[in-house]
């Protein structure tokens, strides 16, 4: 009898630590750039549009709302190095990501230093740093959000795309 009751207790308690990966429903993705000694990386949530519009979906989006970037727990961005986007310093350490919409429409590219709660957890009292974003018409839709970190010139760019919305900065190692 005990052997069946630690059997059945270990399976409880996989079935437990397993349940928040299964509550995840959308495949994940990552982006990563090395930048100097400064490595960053994004761990984000991939919806897809199923027929759906981008427009409809972020267009209505009152200004001062948080777009979560992606899906389930929060979108991730971790720097080793302080990085520099456009004179606004953002340190190292780990943060979620998010882009807040602005009352004339344009976004801007909020790290809030709470990090690994559900995506729809945004407390605005811990936005550490905003930095504007670029937004511009996608050359092809994107089904599925869809966020890249590349090097351009001397820094790296941060790009994100759902449908034919591209929200992108620039950014340097400090």
């Known amino acids: 009898m005990k052997p069946l009751l630690t059997l059945l207790c270990a399976l409880g308690l ?3 630590l397993a349940a928040p990966a299964m509550a995840q429903g959308n495949p994940r993705g ?3 750039v090395t930048l100097g000694s400064a ?3 994004i761990d984000y ?3 897809s549009l199923k027929g759906r519009n981008v427009n409809d979906l972020l267009g209505q989006l009152p200004a001062g709302e948080v777009w979560r970037l992606g899906a389930d727990q929060s ?4 720097t080793a190095g302080d990085l520099d986007f456009s004179g606004t310093t953002v340190p190292k350490g780990t943060y979620s990501l998010w882009a807040r919409k602005e009352s004339d429409n344009s976004w801007k590219l909020v790290f809030n230093s709470q990090h690994g709660q559900w995506g729809t957890d ?4 811990k936005d550490a740093v905003s930095v504007p974003l670029k937004q511009g018409k996608a050359g092809s839709a994107a089904e599925q959000v869809t966020i890249k ?3 351009e010139g001397d820094g790296g760019e941060f790009t994100v795309q759902w449908g034919d919305l591209e929200l992108s900065a620039n950014f340097a190692a400090k």
């Open 122 to 125: 945004h407390d605005a009292s």
């Open 14 to 16: 996989g079935a437990a």
């Open 75 to 78: 979108t991730t961005f971790t």
């Open 39 to 41: 490595k960053v990386t």
């Open 149 to 151: 970190l590349q090097k």
């Open 30 to 32: 990552t982006a990563s």
């Open 45 to 47: 949530g991939r919806p």
